[in-house]
């Protein structure tokens, strides 16, 4: 049994979760934020650090979901090993018994096959433990939680973590409405961060829907944190919370930030989208670097020099196949014709749809949307005698 105890020693262990696909990127921006003992790991990076640097993770990271710092290591051989082990924490000292809890599992072992059931194991020792030392407990709330506890259990080993960050690190906080399917924040941020876009070049985002790609863009070229738009993190609830130490973070962060001029343009075919585009790009303070424009993708004009495209077509879902295969059709015809010269990043879980576009892609990156493979290619459209990269089967 190992029994972390970050108080005396300062600089503890920190988990950083992400999507499957964006673990390098994420490693280099904890490096860049100054994290240690930096390790790549499947969906997730490790690193060390101190709690400010974890309130830092958690204020500027742009492709992490959730910053865990791990409590508590043990191996178990038996339900009453596992429940005397989380029993065994002194949770009332890592918060107050009124604040409202939530517990998520994940899972691989053969011990245990349900997750649900293993939560409320946890949620058991955490409360006994409440019980014996202050004489209540504290309450599950599944809407609003204040405090997150994450058990993550392979084999006969277990880790117990205290979200810092409660809800995942994806909602920003500035995105107030969305089209049907919006892009999640922190994968935007993770294609513009692969893509090696930087402000130098313009960028569209000719189907914007509620302008992820734009203020993403927005944020990271004038190194906007992204997490200064949140209401809050867990950590504001634990015990420990030293809000000195976080504002004093959060002003060096806002110092950094700069004022490059950045030339970002928003467009959609649906009016409707481009003005929600507008409302969270004000949400975000990044209103002004971006123009808005509602135009059909086969009607934007041709570029005066070489643009970066950031398209995150419809996937299909809601339409006749006949039709999502000609809107990529659109797509591969009007980046051959209209942007000669530019550059394409194409996002999409539509595979099928993705071989109308007829264009050869440089590269093709297998990414996961929660549960769901996409894929990201990159089109480079040559201009002049050059210009058909075409597939020559298409
Ligand atoms: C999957 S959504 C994009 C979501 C967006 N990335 C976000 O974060 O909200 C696809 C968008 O493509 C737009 N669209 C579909 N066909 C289009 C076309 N021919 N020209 C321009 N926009 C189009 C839709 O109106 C919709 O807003």
Redesign the pocket.
């Known amino acids: 049994m190992e029994d972390l105890n970050p108080e005396e020693e300062g600089q503890h262990e920190i988990l950083v979760r992400t999507y499957a696909g964006l673990e390098e990127v994420l490693e280099g921006e904890i490096r860049k934020l100054g994290g240690a003992d930096v390790e790549r790991m499947v969906r997730a990076v490790s690193c060390s650090g101190d709690k400010g640097f974890m309130y830092k993770l958690n204020l500027a990271l742009r492709t992490g979901l959730r910053v865990l710092k791990p409590i508590k290591k043990f191996s178990f051989k038996s339900n009453d090993d596992f429940y005397n082990e989380i029993m065994a924490i002194d949770w009332p000292a890592l918060f107050d018994v009124d604040k409202t809890m939530i517990f998520d599992t994940l899972l691989f072992s053969e011990h245990f096959t349900n997750s649900m059931f293993v939560s409320q194991l946890a949620k058991d020792a955490v409360c006994d433990r409440f019980r014996k030392d202050v004489g209540r407990r504290p309450f599950i709330d599944s809407k609003e939680p204040q405090i997150y506890i994450s058990v993550y259990v392979r084999d006969q080993e277990v880790t117990i973590y205290l979200d810092s960050s409660g809800e995942s690190l994806h909602r920003r906080g500035y995105r107030k409405e969305?089209?049907?399917?919006?892009?999640s924040e922190v994968m935007?941020a993770g294609i513009l961060m692969m893509s090696g876009w930087t402000y130098h070049f313009p960028l569209i985002?000719?189907?914007?829907?509620?302008?992820?790609?734009s203020i993403e863009a927005a944020l990271l070229a004038n190194n906007i944190p992204p997490g200064i738009f949140r209401p809050g993190f867990a950590f504001e609830n634990w015990k420990d919370f030293d809000k000195e130490l976080f504002d004093m973070i959060l002003e060096s962060l806002n110092k950094r930030i700069t004022e490059f001029p950045v030339n970002i343009t928003a467009?959609?075919?649906?009016f409707t989208?481009v003005e929600l585009a507008r409302e969270n790009a004000r949400e975000a303070g990044v209103e002004d670097d971006i123009h808005f424009a509602p135009?059909?993708?086969?009607k934007q004009p041709t570029p005066e020099k070489r643009v970066f495209l950031f398209l995150?077509?419809?996937?299909g879902e809601r339409m006749q196949p006949e039709d999502i295969d000609a809107?990529y059709g659109?797509i591969g015809s009007t980046l051959k014709h209209t942007f000669g010269g530019s550059e394409a990043w194409l996002f999409t879980s539509n595979q099928e749809a993705l071989n109308q576009v007829g264009l050869r892609p440089s590269r093709k990156i297998k990414l996961f949307n929660g549960p769901l493979e996409c894929r990201l290619v990159r089109y480079e459209m040559y201009s002049g005698s050059k210009k058909a990269s075409k597939n020559p089967a298409a």
């Open positions: 969305m089209v049907k399917a919006p892009l935007a985002d000719p189907m914007c829907g509620s302008g992820t790609f467009s959609d075919r649906s989208a135009i059909p993708f086969d995150n077509p419809p996937y809107l659109m």
